[in-house]
């Protein structure tokens, strides 16, 4: 959704609203220097570590390590989508939104949200009406007080009961086909006449709805025998499965505050662990749990426990749960897996053994990292050398998905002691050869309960990480430093993973007037690199000074392109040594080549 945001539109908002003045409506705020302070919103504390900064229009707690733009925090606090975030910043600032962010609207003014909630309604009366229908839901004993809660429906055996009710007109059946409650007929080969049938048919229909409570979709299960057994709504201008979890809603209805939140595989499992009193329980839409359903999760509670069933589709859909969990598995939060026994799912289960036997089960969940761990132990022979090497080849591409930070090291530290090898020497062995492109969730506090400190002048560049993430760093900092470079060509042709990073940023800060940190970070939140930026925005910057990080922003940049070309030459030189061998003025220049590469990455 926040693709069909206009971008000028974000950075419009952001440039007009004052985070020290929304932040401070929910929390009281205390002027320190430059910043504002107080006790972090997310987490229990009594000596101040949340601060915010006007300047960079961002916020960041040294405690917990929460940390963000206007949006974000609006996100994390009132615990809203995207793009509820930015109609709510957008009604405080006079802002009317565009209409492309109303994705939902058409030109002829009728509301898919409307039309979905009148196909909500239609199904559930024919709920009503149907006996076969309610008597399959009184052999699943769900009762009516849940089929209410979740607005459980029936769709009829019929190829155009719901066209007949809602599509008269051409324009009807228009909408109806772009909300995918309807298909359009094949007609190639000329044996079909054209026209449209309804996609639900004699079908147990579960809506879908969205962090409003409002109807975005609907998955229909067969009520006897039939393929496919579920069969979800389309991608439609309202819905993308990849995003949405069932059950969130009516889950965020029962809980103010969340211990934690079950995710399991079907619809059926979601209402009968809520009929049970298991409120806390979602589903994925027949596909694997991705990272923009982590994100949504994670912006709610620290703990998520998967569920599956214990045979063979269930083991690998943990295992694909687990890969794309990795890069969000940062110190704070809590991953487990719960396997059910063999011919169980939640809802045969629950209605099994009971709630609270059920429950009890969690105590059995195997972390993330225990989970990892045993999977890849299985895979080996720990007796032999071959093995224990084998093992750590396994584990480096998963370890190369994780974020730094305590979880990250504590979990090199067990495969060390299952290796059988100094715990150092593995963490070398397991480092990237080059800067990992899935970003830490939340970074690690580097000056715990203190203030941002401020640096005056020039200092030294050693010690702060590589040439490109100091650059980076000073951009996101400094954006308006970013005029101290003409224009990006100095990096073109560089093909170094993080160097288009930069080259994107350099020319987003400078085609904005008055470039912020949170302007900048708003351009990224789509995109994979999103948090790993913030994460940098959240550190203590280099240099305090504007025309100093301009300097520095500059040497730094030239510094990469030097890189690249004596790097690039090098290659050359070496390349042909191998191939036919080097004359004494080649072999020359390798020799100074080397040596400037040493410098450079020396510093002198």
């Keep these: 959704m926040a693709g069909r945001i206009p971008q000028s539109f974000i950075d419009e908002l952001v440039a007009r609203s004052d985070i020290v003045e929304i932040i401070g409506a929910h929390v009281a705020l205390k002027k320190s220097g430059r910043e504002f302070k107080a006790c972090c919103p997310f987490h229990s504390e009594k000596t101040p570590s949340f601060w915010v900064s006007p300047e960079k229009q961002f916020y960041h707690c040294f405690g917990c390590g929460a940390h963000g733009t206007v949006l974000g925090f609006l996100m994390q606090y009132e615990k809203l989508e995207f793009p509820e975030a ?8 006079g802002l009317e939104m565009p209409r492309e962010a109303q994705a939902a609207r058409e030109p002829g003014g009728v509301d898919l949200y409307a039309l979905m909630a009148q196909a909500a309604r239609f199904f559930e009366q024919n709920l009503s009406d149907n006996a076969r229908a309610r008597a399959y839901l009184a052999g699943r004993t769900i009762d009516a007080a849940t089929a209410v809660k979740f607005g459980l429906g029936y769709a009829p055996d019929s190829w155009n009961a719901l066209l007949n009710r809602f599509g008269q007109s051409e324009h009807e059946r228009g909408k109806l086909l772009q909300a995918g409650l309807i298909i359009e007929r094949d007609t190639r080969g000329g044996e079909r006449q054209p026209g449209f049938y309804d996609r639900f048919r004699d079908r147990l229909m579960f809506p879908i709805r969205d962090a409003r409570g409002r109807v975005i979709a609907f998955g229909g ?13 389309p991608e439609t201008p309202l819905f993308h499965k990849g995003r949405e979890l069932y059950g969130l809603y009516e889950a965020r209805q029962a809980h103010a505050d969340f211990k934690r939140l079950m995710i399991v595989e079907g619809y059926m499992d979601v209402v009968r662990l809520h009929q049970s009193g298991i409120t806390y329980a979602v589903a994925t839409l027949g596909t694997a749990t991705t990272q923009e359903h982590l994100h949504k999760i994670f912006r709610i509670t ?19 749960a687990l890969e794309n969990a990795l890069p969000l598995a940062s110190d704070g939060r809590e991953l487990k897996f719960l396997f059910l026994p063999e011919g169980h799912d939640p809802d045969t289960l629950v209605a099994a053994e009971g709630a609270a036997a059920f429950e009890s ?12 761990l045993k999977q890849l132990v299985e895979q080996v022979d720990l007796a032999h050398v071959d093995g224990r090497a084998k093992l750590a080849a396994l584990a480096r591409p998963l370890f190369a998905r994780m974020p730094d930070g305590v979880y990250r090291e504590l979990l090199a530290d067990r495969l060390a002691g299952e290796i059988r090898m100094p715990a150092d020497k593995l963490k070398a062995l397991l480092a990237p050869h080059e800067p990992r492109r899935v970003p830490a969730g939340r970074p690690q506090p580097e000056r715990p309960d203190r203030g941002p400190p401020h640096h005056g002048g020039h200092a030294a560049s050693a010690g702060r990480g590589n040439l490109l993430r100091q650059a980076i760093s000073l951009v996101l900092h400094h954006p308006a430093a970013a005029r101290a470079i003409r224009g990006s060509d100095l990096l073109g042709g560089i093909d170094r993973p993080g160097v288009d990073v930069l080259r994107t940023l350099l020319e987003q800060a400078a085609s904005v007037d008055a470039p912020t940190t949170a302007m900048l970070l708003e351009r990224w939140r789509d995109r994979p690199e999103f948090d790993r930026l913030a994460e ?6 280099l240099v305090a000074d504007g025309a100093a990080a301009a300097s520095e922003l500059k ?23 191998r191939e036919s061998g080097l004359n004494s003025d080649e072999k020359a220049e390798l020799s100074f080549l080397l040596k400037a590469k040493s410098r450079l990455e020396s510093g002198s």
């Design 536 to 541: 940098l925005a959240a550190r203590s910057p």
């Design 221 to 233: 299960r067969v009520i006897d025998q039939g393929e496919p057994k579920y069969l979800n709504s």
């Design 555 to 577: 040497t730094a940049v030239e510094k990469l392109a030097e890189e690249y070309r004596t790097g690039r030459r090098m290659d050359e030189l070496l390349q042909k040594a």
């Design 302 to 320: 620290n703990e998520v426990v998967f569920s599956f069933d214990g045979d063979r589709a269930g083991r690998a859909a943990a295992w694909r």
């Design 361 to 372: 089960r969690l105590k059995s969940a195997l972390p993330m990292s225990e989970y990892l």
């Design 86 to 93: 930015v109609a709510q910043l957008a009604e405080r600032a």
